[in-house]
């Protein structure tokens, strides 16, 4: 365990330093965070941490949608061809929306089979449950759903740092009890 570390870098568990009594204080300039906006707001460690998820997840997107971009143009040539009568908000609406829910599949397999994403991978992030391996198929399912439209993954975020002080935890992550944590 790193001397400064505030949280365990394998399970996300807040820890206590070797120093602390067991009742520590707290004096007027060391406030204990209210919540995981406040540690994001004073702690650079949440800073940076949030921003190598936000990242990964980035990589992650572009990849996934250039994948998909291609695909739909290869579906959509036909209709756009043949068809020009052709509902295409319909038909271009449908594919937002799969896209959506492929980028969860996307994001729910690879975190159950190996603990990561691509982008988690490179930014050296990995799932872990609250067993402490890598997340089963369905927790991993929950924990990326807010992940089909981007206001939804924005209030998920948001909720769940409000509600904790555990910074590393979305809501979905606190609701199947699993964390991101640095490797």
Do not use: H
């Not at 949030?50 to 971009?69: E, G, N, P, S, T």
């Amino acid at each position: 365990m790193p001397a400064d570390a505030t949280f365990c870098p394998s399970c996300g568990a807040p820890v206590q330093s070797s120093a602390s009594s067991a009742a520590p204080t707290v004096t007027a300039t060391q406030t204990p965070p209210l919540s995981g906006i406040d540690a994001l707001m004073k702690d650079r460690k949440a800073q940076e941490y949030w921003f190598r998820r936000f990242i990964a997840l980035v990589v992650d997107a572009v990849i996934v949608f250039v994948i998909l971009a291609i695909i739909t143009a290869v579906v959509a040539l036909p209709f756009l061809l043949f068809n020009r009568s052709a509902p295409f908000t319909w038909f271009f609406g449908t594919f937002s929306a799969l896209w959506g829910l492929i980028l969860v599949f996307y994001f729910a397999i690879s975190e159950s089979a190996s603990g990561a994403s691509f982008g988690k991978r490179v930014f050296n992030l990995r799932v872990v449950s609250k067993r402490g391996s890598t997340p089963t198929l369905a927790e991993a399912f929950v924990r990326n759903l807010s992940k089909i439209y981007w206001l939804l993954l924005l209030l998920d975020v948001i909720v769940g740092l409000a509600v904790s002080k555990n910074y590393q935890q979305k809501y979905s992550d606190q609701f199947v009890g699993t964390t991101v944590v640095s490797e």
